[in-house]
């Protein structure tokens, strides 16, 4: 009896630590499996498409590296079972209400720029007292998009994911006042040159006057909105190639912008503020050389209102 007994409870007592083995098993893999089915839920809607160009000059708030937190620029692209990867901020791009493209005022919209930021729940800007936490508007495994509080003052952005990883700004962003944005700025960015007489107001072309400016630029050069304007038009005809007309908010006047590269990314219809890209210095259309022809209308284009010579007013944005 005593043997037999030993034998049925040997087995019983095997499957008590079998089963003791996958409940533990079960518990420590928990918290795994939840963080990577929250990862799955939130990565696949890319909200990211600005239709702002980064630009070359480098600003002290859109360093290249992410080495602020060593531990964050090491480890980025995570490839294995579900483990998700460290947040890195590689540029900050201010969208809205800018001074310029990396120059955000309190209330600007920003986007950072980096990897694996689609777990992302809280940005955090410096305030005067310690720190200021922001929700997100957008967030996509390349970039997290957010207002910058009016608390904010000079100092690192720092983003802190699910998990609980953290990482910052490589460098301190700098907050402009509102009143530095420009009112207008100059509409080519890059080395110009307003050519000769023939690229004048009023030169004779065949069965016409020249109605604008030419401004001669490297085809790719930047073309921004001279200062808030609606898009009228945007389109392409076989004379002005791709253009835009945009209409000068609170007053009369409208701008034309012709012989872009290619379409304007700009919507009909949509505001932009000083300093917006428009478009690209290109050569289609009846152009013979990479240049803008810039028109300057009192009144509506083309249906009632007239052009008048843009030199002047071009030359005084150039001071
Ligand atoms: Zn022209």
Redesign the pocket.
């Known amino acids: 009896m005593r043997r037999a007994r030993r034998q049925t409870v040997t087995p019983a007592g095997l499957m008590l630590v079998v089963l003791g083995f996958l409940a533990l098993t079960f518990i420590v893999l928990l918290p795994a499996r939840a963080g990577a089915a929250y990862l799955d839920g939130s990565g696949s809607a890319s909200l990211e498409n600005s239709p702002v160009q980064p630009t070359a000059p480098a600003d002290p708030a859109s360093g290249g590296n992410s080495s602020g937190d060593a531990s964050s620029s090491a480890v980025s692209s995570g490839g294995g079972i579900g483990i998700p990867g460290f947040p890195t901020i590689s540029r900050v791009l201010c969208l809205k209400q800018c001074v310029s493209s990396t120059k955000p005022t309190r209330g600007a919209i920003i986007a950072l720029r980096g990897d694996n930021l689609d777990r992302v729940t809280r940005v955090f800007f410096t305030a005067k007292k310690g720190r200021v936490a922001v929700k997100l508007r957008t967030r996509s495994r390349g970039a997290v998009r957010v207002t910058v509080p009016g608390k904010a003052v000079r100092g690192f952005v720092a983003v802190v994911d699910s998990s609980g990883n953290r990482t910052r700004t490589a460098n301190q962003l700098r907050i402009f006042p509102i009143s530095a944005i420009p009112i207008q700025v100059f509409p080519v960015r890059g080395p110009i040159s307003f050519g000769s007489s023939g690229?004048r107001f009023g030169a004779g072309?065949p069965g016409h006057i020249?109605?604008?400016?030419?401004v001669s630029a490297s085809c790719g050069t930047r073309l921004v909105s001279i200062r808030k304007a609606k898009v009228l038009y945007n389109r392409w005809d076989g004379g002005g190639g791709n253009y835009v007309v945009l209409h000068n908010i609170g007053t009369r006047t409208n701008f034309v912008y012709?012989?872009m590269i290619r379409r304007s990314p700009l919507k009909v219809g949509q505001v932009i503020g000083a300093g917006t890209q428009v478009g690209r210095v290109g050569n289609t259309g009846q152009?013979s050389g990479c240049?803008l022809?810039?028109e300057y209308w009192i009144g509506p284009w083309q249906t009632g209102g007239r052009p008048i010579d843009p030199l002047a007013f071009l030359r005084s944005l150039l001071k």
Not at 210 to 214: A, I
Request: hydrophobic residues 15%; neutral net charge; glycine residues 8%.
């Open positions: 690229s072309r020249h109605q604008g400016q030419d012709m012989h152009s240049h022809h810039f």
